[in-house]
């Protein structure tokens, strides 16, 4: 005999605003987020906690789960509310400068947002703005002969793609990344390694560093493509 499995529970956007019983709705959701991503704006992602939240609200931890379940709840509706930030035009009719647009503005968001790259990479979600986002995507690329399972591996690597070059910005402004270059040019000096050498004294590549984003992700936005 097979073990039965649970049902799956939905998705906070699949469920009631608030609990069906209990008093008179306080608070909302929009509410809830805006203060646990004013938090995490603050004091990075580790500071969220139902009880912070509450806090900053002014009401008890208990409360709060009349409205969301669970911490991971909160989580997906802290990256669906940044995905209203985005400012969707209609296509022009290039596919490939549209996508480019729509990256250039999540880089901006999760700059904004240091804590949103981890979310992206490691708990992506997908509630109304972010369904906004992708329905978006999906028409600036209507006319592209491309397979629908393509499509959405483009705006599967559109999102991720950004969200990495942002968490490596980040990390290469800091005292590590100043260690790990200083420990790569003594490597590239001993000489042992003969292609780290030859990377590290190859001319440097045309045009300024900032220009890399755009070519990486063109590039690997033609290859999924095709």
């Not at 073990?3 to 009631?16: D, G, L, N, S, T």
Request: charged share 20%; proline share 8%.
């Amino acid at each position: 005999m097979t073990e039965q499995q649970e049902p799956a529970i939905p998705v906070i956007w699949m469920r009631p605003e608030q609990a069906p019983v209990g008093r008179p709705a306080e608070r909302s959701r929009a509410e809830i987020t805006a203060a646990a991503v004013e938090l995490a704006d603050r004091e990075g992602l580790e500071a969220v906690s139902m009880r912070r939240v509450a806090s900053a609200l002014g009401t008890g931890a208990a409360s709060l789960y009349r409205y969301v379940a669970t911490r991971d709840d909160l989580l997906d509706l802290m990256t669906d509310s940044t995905a209203s930030e985005y400012d969707l035009p209609a296509p022009s009719g290039d596919w490939q400068a549209d996508l480019l647009a729509v990256a250039h503005q999540a880089r901006h968001i999760m700059r904004r947002h240091p804590w949103l790259p981890a979310l992206v990479i490691g708990r992506p979600a997908l509630g109304p703005h972010g369904i906004d986002l992708l329905e978006h995507v999906l028409g600036t690329l209507a006319g592209h002969p491309a397979t629908p399972a393509r499509k959405l591996e483009a705006f599967a690597l559109l999102c991720g793609l950004t969200a990495l070059f942002v968490q490596n910005e980040t990390a290469t402004t800091g005292s590590g990344a100043t260690r790990q270059s200083a420990y790569l040019h003594h490597v590239a000096a001993a000489g042992t390694h003969p292609h780290i050498t030859a990377l590290l004294t190859a001319s440097p590549p045309e045009g300024p560093p900032g220009d890399r984003f755009e070519t990486v992700l063109a590039r690997a936005l033609a290859g999924v493509l095709g």
